[in-house]
């Protein structure tokens, strides 16, 4: 059956605390924030005695005030011990226990995505998944931790409170209850969190797209476009973001207004069933009002945690889904017959198949074909043909789709066979070789683990890979840096024969195995693939049929049917479509002197095929030291939010009128407890009434203040998220490229980095202000109230404030450098992630997946044991700030009393409420924001780290900078180059000089062909034109103009390029091709007329979208020809005065070759080319050719005059020498 890419737009509801293991430990973790709770209850019993001990309505007798109030103390002195305990074990727990869980998500989650089949990935961008792993992960880190202890305790409280004041009085409480706030928000907050969350996964797709294929960007100028696209994936998010920050704000605004109405109507109808209906005593009133209120109050309190819950269940329904689905082929299943030997007979039997990404894209039809064991069979046919495909599903990364079909190994259907072990029988040589992040050596052995090293150099040797492998000085023990960039295309494509040869397979599969290899390596190789195949069951692609000459049988393909069967000679006297290609192949490859050397001179075009970015190219610096970022001050992040400061003034205004509201309902209720000793009945109704239009009027007033915090904030917030993800990914691609050289620069730790940077500073940020701005105006409102009553007693009061401060300090600087190291370790698993994920194919072609995940779950470690000490910091922080409290209390009370007999305070102020209770309300209330605002450190520590990181990237200074408006323009571009003695080293290789002194020069309108061996400069020299680099001695001249004074810009929007390895992005075709555009916007008939030049149009027009086809990651959905003329077309468009050529057609098949070479050469007509080792046709027509060896020059002119010099061309023309 089809596996359709269509996702349910359906989110599942995922209550994410069920998805946790582990309920044992839960439930204990549960017990201890509830003891918690239960003690803020006990706090608020121990005051109702208070009252009934002090109030004058209750005690007919004098009472000792300083006896009495130091019990009291005593009492919240053991509280305030059993909140320290408590509150470090429920904060302690819940975040360890988080950590478990989170380091098992992390695992889980890739574990499930490296299982998964290759057509899942064809529909999934790797940039998403990658941001998944990091951002989407935090946020449930974030919904699953302290959140949920401060949350239990909190509800608990709410919940003893309700219970004593429903035991005290049930009919008050009822009527209580029916007005409270409805808590549905959730869901609807959940559901916009996740819009927000795949808005920035877009987002972190497109910035891992872009950064993969930076050079491909900055040579065609793109880096503005990309910073565009991104940032348009940013303003969904941001749309969705500030929506959610409205609900939350209008559901805390209306959920305060009907905890002050509750206030209200408790004590209107309370002192109605006091005063008229005598059914409550005072006492029963304060209990039910009390009990009520303290739990509305931590109902408020309680609301900031579904934020973050709503939020986690938002990520955790992404997340879970991906857990929770089933690949269609399992790589890791255990199922599956092994045989005991294999031939390495294979059969298709009426194969049909669709790429799930284009189930309308017919690919193979009704294929039926044998491969006999122990033969070597050769596929040939064109771009698109279904050749790839085939063996894709050998190894089956696919199944096929349609009817009764199966493919069999030996008579077996290989989907009953086991999956590991089939591939474990299977060697790959891709026509795009792909290199993993480590070791020469540990890349040969990813072919067999068991291999040894005599394995390994025995391999190398094989596959001419040796030589060049002991002249680097750490040999085996290389780095071949990301995805191979420090090795050149040639020897990438050497150390993957290796790894090939290493596995000793049953059957091997060769995707134009020798593409990349220079004449004589490539003579030596084939020579040694000739060897591996004999006894092995063998498929080999190619478009250069000599090649395949020497196979036992060749297939011809043609519309995903294979079409005819033969030997050489046999096709050839058929005149079908073989013969078609190897008669055009033939035409204009002619030998110059002897007919002997036609195969060689035909072989030519091969000589060393690399991508824009190979040279010596084995020199790419590994990693320079990495400079521990220089803390900035809080204030430069704020300036990033200056445009939005009516806001932030706004939301600012409005939290510190929520701030002072808490201190000042302390006053309102004074005034509750000594209306019932006022005797004047008329004059006590009328204070009940004006205590309750207060309450209502506080009411009104906290809604509205409460949305605009809400709102406001969130609005700063996002705007502030947005442009620092947007201004981070414009320094990242406004970087040199010897700067993405470093490997802690890689895609994966880049984009990693700007999925959490931002998000984390936004933690300390937004609505976080909001909360600060309040907690503090709450400080200050409480202090000046105590200070009314009592400036001696708040004095004393005030000196815990600063223990509570220095709390916050410790925590800050220690979980800052837990932060820094989490942040190291989490880019290391995302460069793991990315690595895999990037290269699915030949890992999953390989059997790797196990090594990475368990590579990945070994990076994990650190970040978990930094963890489970944050664990104990923030436990220990967090239940000290909130014992202090009590402490307090404790002391006050102590004091109070001493002041009361001893120096005289009024024990009565205002109908006889007790001053000390005032004092230490107002108190009570300013240390419980202070606690609230120790709690955001966390925030602040994590976002003092990433803004580091984040101003170090954007100040720094790039070596080149293409967004400088500075350097030299002119209007009559001609094209005319010229290298003056360049010498050249990579700066992490000072050892080795890649270029010693090239000196050539090219007129406008000329054609230069370099043509030299591996290593030898000759893509250097184009990344120094590109201005990817500059020499470190001679310069470039351009025009007259030394390049390093010439605008970056200016010069590369004179130059096109054409790669060996093309790079697509992940769009359609049309706007492919555009992309190559120097003009805003290219019209249709420009994109149309270029893929006509680069004979893609008919091909274009075949499919169902046409141009506005889809070309997948990394443009998956083509054959390697069709990606290849889309670039052509995208250079062509782009009308270029300086041309580079770098194997432009290495990928096409004969017929397209022909007629694409054929636009190339219309094409360079009156423009400047430059050609590395092209096809000898284009070679011969250069109006200089120069030969290259170790950096230099050797020898340079036209053809016929290298030839009549018998040099070092001569001897690479005719008999295929090697150039020193």
Known sequence: MTVSCQRSSQAHSVPFWLKISGYKILGILNKICCSAGLFVVFFLILLLFFFFFFFPFTFSRLLDIEQEMTRFAGYYAGIGCGILVL??????????????????????????????????????????LNTRISDDVNKINEAIADQVAIFIQRITTFVCGFLLGFVSGWKLTLVIIAVSPLLGVGAAVAKLTGRELKAYAKAGAVADEVLSSIRTVAAFGGEKKEVERYDKNLVFAQHWGIRKGMIMGLFSGYMWFIIFL????????????????????????????????????????????????ATGRGAATNIFETIDKEPTIDCMSEDGYKLDKVRGEIEFHNVTFNYPSRPDVKILDNLNMVINAGETTAFVGASGAGKSTTIQLIQRFYDPTDGMVSITLDGHDIRSLNIQWLRSQIGIVEQEPVLFATTIAENIRYGRDEATMEDIIKAAKQANAYNFIMALPQQF????????????GGQKQRIAIARALVRNPKILLLDMATSALDNESEAIVQEALHKARLGRTAISIAHRLSAIKAADVIVGFEHGRAVERGTHEELLQRKGVYFMLVTLQSKGDTAPNREETESKIMWLSQILRMSSHSAGEAIRPESVVEEDAKPVPFTRILKYNASEWPYLVLGSLAAAVNGAVNPLYALLFSQILGTFSILDEEKQRNQINGVCVLFVLVGVVSFFTQFLQGYTFAKSGELLTRRLRKIGFQAMLGQDIGWFDDRKNSPGALTTRLATDASQVQGA???????????????????????????????????FLPFLALSGAVQAKMLTGFASQDKKALEATGRIASEALSNIRTVAGIGKEKMFINNFEKHLDMPYRAAIKKAHVY?????????????ANSVSYRYGGFLVDHEGLHYSFNDCVPLPHRVISAIVTSGTALGRASSYTPNYAKAKTSAARFFQLVDRIPKISVYSEKGEKWDDFKGSIEFLNCKFTYPSRPDIQVLKGLSISVKPGQTLAFVGS??????????LLERFYDPEKGSVLIDGHDSKNVNVQFLR?????????????????????KYGSTTKEATMEKVIEAAQKAQLHDFVMSLPNKYETNVGAQGSQLSRGQKQRIAIARAIIRDPKILLLDEATSALDTESEKTVQAALDKAREGRTCIVIAHRLSTIQNADIIAVMSQGLIIERGTHDELMAMEGAYWKLVTTGAPIS
């Not at 004590?267 to 009133?285: A, I, M, Q």
């Not at 929007?1053 to 091709?1073: M, R, T, W, Y």
């Open 87 to 128: 509150g470090y074990l429920q904060i302690c727990f819940w975040v360890m226990s988080a950590a478990r869980q989170i380091q098992k998500i992390r695992k889980a989650y890739f574990r499930k995505i490296m299982r998964m089949d290759i057509g899942w990935f064809d529909c999934t961008s790797v940039g998403e």
């Open 262 to 309: 509750s206030y209200a109507l408790a004590f209107w109808y309370g002192s109605k069933l006091v005063l008229e209906e005598d059914e409550y005593s005072p006492g029963t009133l304060l209990q039910v009002f009390f009990g009520v209120l303290v739990g509305a109050l931590n109902l408020g309190q309680a609301s900031p945690c579904l934020e973050a819950f």
């Open 477 to 488: 023990d290389t780095h071949v840096g990301e995805g191979g960039s420090q090795m050149s």
């Open 765 to 799: 940020t937004g609505s976080q202000i909001g909360m600060i701005v309040n907690s503090f105006t709450n400080i200050g409102v409480a202090m000046i109230i105590a200070f009314y009553f009592s400036w001696k007693l708040s004095l004393v009061i005030m000196c």
């Open 875 to 887: 436990g220990l922080c967090f239940g000290f700030a909130q014992s202090i409290v009590f402490i």
């Open 1014 to 1023: 591996s290593g030898c400069g000759k893509s250097t020299s184009v990344q």
């Open 1053 to 1073: 929007s004179k130059i096109g390029i054409v790669s060996q390895e093309p790079v697509l992005f992940d769009c359609s075709i049309a706007d492919n091709i």
